[in-house]
């Protein structure tokens, strides 16, 4: 299997205060990814390196081999909250980026369609729910039709039935876009249900296999291992 994003930072300051030092993590093609840790570690600062956006760090990024050298079309990203653009329509949002009008069109079409908001593509983000807006942020980081997708706590601000509609769609555009994902949780189970891989931040990085994802929510190991987790968090 290929490496689809491999991510090494020698060192990461603000200031004077070292954040993340010797952090090295591949992903492979198609795999998902969860890193969990305890708050302020680190899991977001070492997100934006892996997406080109922040470049203030010591280390490389690559992207299928190639070193990235800022934000790439080739790499998606979805914060916790939509950040929709309040006076433009769905569709536009989706579309924001888009250079070519009518190719634009056919595939904002395909992207509503596939995380089920067909129906509201000239609606403006006020008239969304919680869901439907981070469903909205989803088709969008899917527009420039990226090979990895990083998600930072993406699900956090929903409700808890809305959090497994959406884990489930993730999972669906996932397999259907061949992503490989990566995703910043606090949620174990989140990422014992979404995850082929967990990682945990803690100074250095610490791996937990819960097997090919998705398994079953509840499922007996993976309540043996939520427990190992826990134990290796330092919170
Ligand atoms: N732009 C910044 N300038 C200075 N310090 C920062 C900046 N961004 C983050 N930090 C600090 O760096 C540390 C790591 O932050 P980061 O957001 O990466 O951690 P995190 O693990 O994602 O935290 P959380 O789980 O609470 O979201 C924190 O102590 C934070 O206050």
Not at 29 to 37: A, C, K, N, R, T
Not at 46 to 67: E, W, Y
Not at 70 to 82: C, H, L, N, R, V
């Amino acid at each position: 299997m290929s490496i689809a994003l491999d991510i090494h930072v020698e060192e990461k300051r603000y200031g004077a205060r070292t954040i993340l030092r010797d952090v090295s993590l591949q992903l492979q093609q198609g795999e998902v990814v969860s890193l969990i840790g305890a708050s302020g570690c680190g899991k977001s600062s070492l997100l934006s390196i892996a997406s080109g956006l922040d470049r203030n760090f010591k280390g490389q990024i690559k992207l299928a081999g190639t070193p990235l050298t800022g934000a790439s079309g080739d790499i998606g990203f979805i914060f916790q909250e939509p950040r929709l653009f309040p006076w433009l329509t769905v569709a536009e949002n989706v579309a924001f980026d888009s250079n070519n009008a009518l190719a634009s069109q056919r595939l904002v079409t395909r992207l509503l369609a596939e995380v089920g908001l067909q129906d509201h593509a000239h609606a403006l983000p006020k008239q969304l729910s919680g869901g439907q807006a981070q469903r909205a942020a989803i088709a969008r980081g899917l527009f420039t039709q990226p090979r990895v997708l990083l998600l930072d706590e993406p699900f956090s601000a929903v409700d808890a039935f809305t959090r497994m509609k959406l884990q489930d769609l993730l999972l669906k555009v996932a397999y259907q876009h061949k992503l490989t994902v990566l995703l910043v949780t606090h949620d174990i189970d989140e990422a014992l249900y979404l995850s082929d891989r967990i990682v945990l931040l803690d100074g250095g990085l610490t791996e937990f296999h819960p097997g090919p994802a998705p398994r079953k929510r509840g499922d007996a190991e993976a309540a043996q291992l939520k427990a190992a987790i826990f134990d290796s968090l330092h919170v």
